[in-house]
């Protein structure tokens, strides 16, 4: 790479690097970044005791002071982290003008590829035009689709296009969507995926008639709280970006959606909120750094596709919630640091592909896992129902008791009546019935 070797590259890159080094460090002497939802609430009781000042306070002062010093820490990562960034796009700049020959202390001329962009970028203004002036013209545009097309600048006016439904922008350059955006109160589908956004406008909560939004592939390292708003929506994609944390609401509002794809982000943890999704089918959170689950994940009733891998050496264990989600037919969890299955695994009667592979699991063994989703399923339903007997054997020798209680326990009832209920099915797996040979791994189909 002879580029590498010029001087002007090596003292850019040389300034680059050290500047990524210095905000690197920085974030690693912070520690952690706080918990999003931890930090949406402390700003709470901040604002709230902001404006009762002169009044009665009711959030004692040193609880006060530690909500104050959670906001703080989170603006600074903040800080810190748009440096990184600047620094790190600074440092790319320098490595590619090196592949490309360029010295970094040369103006650079208009040459002819230059020339030629130019071209292609009035080409691609005069067709954003037309659709403006057919809008203001008072013909019906019900689509616009211009994608990998190099385009820099979404007007302001696309807002007025009051039939707009459909809007693909897809593959250009896009850094900026404006915040007329808001106006297109019939859009449906919005596909902003392969351009360079740093962050969406707020105004993208007044789309109360979206269906699909695409985001994927571009530089954000958040959503805007009023995605949240976007109460139709039924397919969100939002992978490959720098996403740290999704909405704290979100789950609560997006009760239609159906697909959500976060996978390639930086998410540390999903917030509780997203267990009232009881429309969601597929979720796919693979290659994060998520350290866990809500507890509640089992109330994802409608959930078939779960896909968590590679999280690596943060995701350890799942909730015992996660067998309530009885309608997983594929199950994606290679590539963790997981050594357990919970108790309730046997409860996945749907089941049908299974993938565990490079996780230290003692349980089930590794011998079971082996054998393919069928005999995970037999293990984990046989052990679930040893440990429902023994509770129930417990109860029963605390019933004779006379000290025992009159009436056994709630969860005790709930576990009895679950064991009538499978207990055909495990006739069927313990006879050797539907069972199959080692399954495929998991394969990628959405």
Known sequence: ?????????????????????????????????????????????VAAADAEAGGSRRVPEGDLEACRAVVRLEETHDAYEALLQEAEGRL???????????DLEEPDGRDESAAAAAGDDAAVQEEVIAVLRQAEEGKPVESFRLVDRQLRHLPEAFGRIQGLRVLDVSRNQLEVIPDAIGGLDHLEELR???????????????????????????????????????????????????????????????????????????????????????????????????????????????????????????????????????????????????????DSFGRLDKLEKLNLEQNPLSMPPMEIVSKGVDAVKEYMLQRWLDILLEEERKSIAAAESPQAPTTPSAWLARSVSWVSDVSGSLVGYLSGENKTEKDAYLDQQY
């Open 92 to 102: 790319e700049a320098v490595y590619r003008s090196a592949m490309e020959g360029k």
């Open 192 to 342: 902003l995926a392969s351009n360079a956004l740093i962050s969406l406008p707020d105004s993208i909560g007044l789309l109360l008639n979206l269906r699909i939004l695409n985001v994927g592939s571009n530089r954000l390292r958040s959503l805007p709280d009023s995605i949240s708003k976007c109460r139709s929506l039924i397919e969100l994609d939002a992978s490959y970006n720098g996403l740290a944390y999704l909405p704290t609401n979100i789950g609560y509002e997006l009760v239609n959606l159906r697909k959500l794809w976060v996978h390639m982000n930086k998410l540390r943890s999903l917030p509780s909120s997203i267990c009232e999704m009881r429309s969601l089918y597929l979720l796919d959170a693979h290659f994060n750094e998520l350290c866990g689950l809500p507890s509640a994940i089992g109330k994802l009733s409608s959930l078939e596709i779960l896909n968590l891998s590679s999280n690596f050496s943060d995701l350890k264990d799942l909730p015992a919630s996660f067998g309530d989600l009885l309608n997983l037919r594929e199950l994606d969890l290679s590539n963790n640091q997981i050594h357990a299955l919970p």
């Open 1 to 45: 790479m002879p580029g590498l070797r010029h001087p002007s590259v090596l003292r850019a890159m040389t300034r680059a690097v050290a500047d990524v080094s210095a905000a690197r460090s920085a974030l690693q002497v912070l520690g952690p970044r706080p918990d999003h939802e931890l930090v949406d609430s402390s700003r709470a009781i």
